[in-house]
Structures are given as structure tokens and as C-alpha cells.
């Protein structure tokens, strides 16, 4: 028995006791312990706490928990089976496209020298040009002339020379240009074009067929002049190469 309940126990009896009244016979006890039982006790007081219980029965089992973290890559696993060889594949270019890039490359500069090379050129004519005394330029080409005089063939060795040649106009522009030297000091010149080798077929000192022509007119007029000589007008005469004409060279 629990000590909280034998404490009311003793308790209960003690107050029994006390009241219990003068001793009595058997039949008076009767009534005695009818009169003890009637009358109620007085409450107990509210016991202490008990004392911890055992452990209960075994939970059931949890629902299933989340999914964790990925974990560790694990080690490379064994190579593998040689695979087998794959199919030919198609014949390659010889790299056409950087052979013409290149190509490209190497146009552009050649390009570029040429047209360096013709600075310096047209530089060079400018410092010949104003070593003599009448020049004129136009466009890339520079007519120089000292104001002497000589043949055909006297003024074509001049102008060689010179790293020239005879004037030889090719277009009115130039045609025009050589005329003012003409005009200003009032002497025919010489051109460099003939029809030496088949007459009437002009050609120039390169041995090209002559396209611009300046002819005065009724010109050219004759088998025997071979030569051209430019009026102080600009316009041309076949003419002998032997007589003296003004010495104009073209740089
Ligand atoms: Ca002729
Ligand atoms: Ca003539």
C-alpha cells in the first residue's frame, strides 16, 4: 500500500476511536458501529504525486523521411572496348581558302608599291621638269623641252637620253598641253609616232597602233613623210624626218 493511503487509512481509524462511546454488549455494539459507520468522514487531502510510471509500448513505425543530398562522385570506372574504326572521310581541300587570302594579301601590297613606286616616279619628273627651262604637266605625264632643235632621230636619242621619250600624245588633254609649249615659243615639234614600217599605219615608239590622232586637215599626205610634226595650233602634219624640229621629250 501506497504511504498516501495508509496515512487516511490511520487516519479514519483515529477518528473512529475517538468517538467510539462507552463500552457495550454485543447487540449495543451492533448499533454502536451502525452509528460509527453513518456519519462521514471528513476529505483527506489531495495526495502527493506518484511516482514516474514505466516506459510505455513500442511506437509504430515513422513515415519515410526525405530524400538526402547527392553525394560524392564515385571513381572512374575501367576503359572501355576498343571501338571500331569509323568510315573514310572525304578528301580535304589544299587549304584554298588561305592560299587565296594570301593571294589577296599579296596583290594588295604589290598594289601598294605600285603606287609608291609612281609617287616617287611623278616626284622625280617634278624635280627633271624644273631642271629645263619649258615644261608642262598633265595628269602623270610631263612634257620638258630645252628649245633646241634636231631630227627625228637626233630627238628621239635626246629624249632617250633623258630616260624619256619623244612627245607623244595620246588623248587632247595631252594633245592640248603640248601645244602651249609649241605656241610659246612658236616652233613645230616632232611627235614620237611614224609610219616608217607600213605607210599610213601610225604607230607609237612601243610599236602600239596610235588611236588619238590630231590631223590638220588634208593630212596626212604623203608616202615619203613619215614623221609627224605638231603645228604651233595643236594640229599635226606627216612630215620627213630630217628637218629640224624643237626637241620636246615626255618624263
Ligand atoms: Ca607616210
Ligand atoms: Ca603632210
Redesign the pocket.
Known sequence: MQLPSLFILMLGLALVGASTPEPCNCGEKVSVCSLAAGVPGIPGHHGLPGNEGKPGAKGEQGEQGLRGTQGIPGKAGPSGPKGNQGEKGQKGDSGGSELELLRAQINDLQAQMEVLHGTTSLTQKVILGHIFPHFVSVGLKIFVSKGAEGSYENSKAACSHLGGQMASPRNAEENNALSKIAAKLGKHIYLGMN?MET?GAFLHLNGERMQYSNWAPGE?N??I??CIEMYTNGKWN?KICSENRLIVCEL
Do not use: R, V
Open positions: 609610219d605607210e596626212p604623203s608616202e613623210e613619215d606627216d
